[in-house]
């Protein structure tokens, strides 16, 4: 075997190896990208929207009281739903939010701290004006209502991701096979090939 034909022999299989370590490294890339989509998809996207259900079901709970004038409630268990409120809030903050959201969150936490000011109020007040208590419950309703909106829209954008990752994986997959049996036959070529001369 001549030198020049070693070196082609060499640089045909160091074409392969790159080829095919280009493959690997690009689907390392897309199985990441789809882990991270689908642990996104659950850790701040169905984890926050089940915070957001159960502090929204707090807020109800305290809209009942303030309408039914259930004084009872703010002497006995407010205190106890606003730690539980601020426990929701505080787990909701260790999720991944965007820029929006965390605008809207920072919003829904002004609010709930004047809620607060407000049941304070209320329950040293021998009038019991419900006004301003109710529509800071509004405001804060409207607050998680925005949220589940935004979780929504990031759900579906992860999804949209994932989606597309999947898709370049089946799709380097298909040319990974059909290189390989591209490869295969020029190698069953190679070695039935016999030239003329000998």
């Given at each position: 075997?001549?030198t020049?034909?070693?070196i082609?022999?060499?640089a ?5 190896f790159?080829i095919?370590l280009?493959?690997?490294?690009i689907d390392k890339d897309?199985?990441n990208?789809?882990?991270y989509?689908?642990t ?5 996207r169905?984890?926050a ?25 703010f002497?006995e268990e407010?205190n106890?739903?606003n730690?539980?409120?601020d426990g ?6 260790q999720?991944?939010?965007t820029k929006k959201?965390?605008?809207?969150f920072n ?6 701290s004047?809620?607060?000011?407000l ?6 007040s ?9 529509k ?6 409207q607050h998680?209502?925005d949220l ?5 829209k990031?759900?579906r ?7 597309q990752a999947m898709?370049t ?5 298909q040319?990974?096979i ?5 490869m295969?036959?020029?190698i069953?070529?190679i070695?039935?090939?016999k030239?003329?001369?000998?």
């Amino acid at each position: 075997m001549t030198t020049f034909n070693k070196i082609r022999w060499v640089a045909s299989i160091l074409l392969v190896f790159f080829i095919v370590l280009i493959t690997n490294l690009i689907d390392k890339d897309n199985f990441n990208r789809l882990e991270y989509s689908v642990t996104t998809i659950y850790e701040d996207r169905i984890v926050a929207s089940d915070l957001l259900f159960e502090i929204s079901m707090w807020i109800q709970e305290k809209e009942v009281a303030v309408v039914s004038a259930d004084s009872l409630f703010f002497e006995e268990e407010n205190n106890k739903t606003n730690l539980d409120i601020d426990g929701l809030i505080q787990r909701y903050e260790q999720t991944m939010l965007t820029k929006k959201e965390q605008l809207i969150f920072n919003n829904l936490k002004e609010e709930l701290s004047n809620l607060r000011e407000l049941e304070k109020e209320y329950t040293h007040s021998e009038t019991r004006e419900t006004n301003h208590i109710l529509k800071s419950l509004d405001e804060i309703s409207q607050h998680l209502y925005d949220l589940s909106k935004v979780q929504l829209k990031e759900g579906r954008r992860q999804m949209f991701i994932s989606n597309q990752a999947m898709d370049t994986i089946a799709l380097f997959t298909q040319i990974e096979i059909v290189f390989l049996v591209l490869m295969a036959i020029l190698i069953q070529i190679i070695i039935m090939y016999k030239p003329k001369g000998n």
